[in-house]
């Protein structure tokens, strides 16, 4: 028997709205979707390490970016800068910045159960 599953960013299963960010979640049973929207100023360590904590983004990101540019530097110090019409791998271990003068826009796919950040595992 066939699946099919349509759902919209517009109307999605869940968001968050920390400072200079937006992401909307679509879930497909484990498998989940976000639309991830950094606007410029954005940085990991600023925005969201006050709500979650440690020294750098536990969270492993693999997506898309449609708009703006990010700087991801892990904490081994290497850098890459994401911009759109890339797509991406970033391990856990990093912070990331906006260095764009318009939003950035991503979306990002997991298989583990997890959304953009670790406070809703």
Not at 59 to 75: K, P
Request: some cysteine; hydrophobic content about 30%; overall charge negative.
């Amino acid at each position: 028997m066939a699946n099919l599953v349509k759902k919209s960013f517009d109307n999605p299963d869940d968001s968050v709205t920390p400072d200079k960010t937006s992401v909307a979640t679509l879930e497909f049973g484990s498998v989940k979707a976000n639309r991830i929207t950094l606007q410029p100023g954005w940085m990991w360590s600023t925005c969201i390490k006050p709500h979650v904590g440690g020294e750098s983004c536990q969270a492993g990101h693999l997506g898309t970016c449609i708009q703006g540019t990010m700087r991801v530097t892990h904490d081994d110090g290497t850098e890459m800068i994401v911009s759109a019409g890339d797509a991406y791998s970033i391990s856990p271990g990093h912070d990331g910045e906006i260095i764009s003068d318009e939003p950035f826009i991503g979306y990002e796919f997991n298989n583990q159960g997890k959304s953009f950040a670790v406070w809703d595992s």
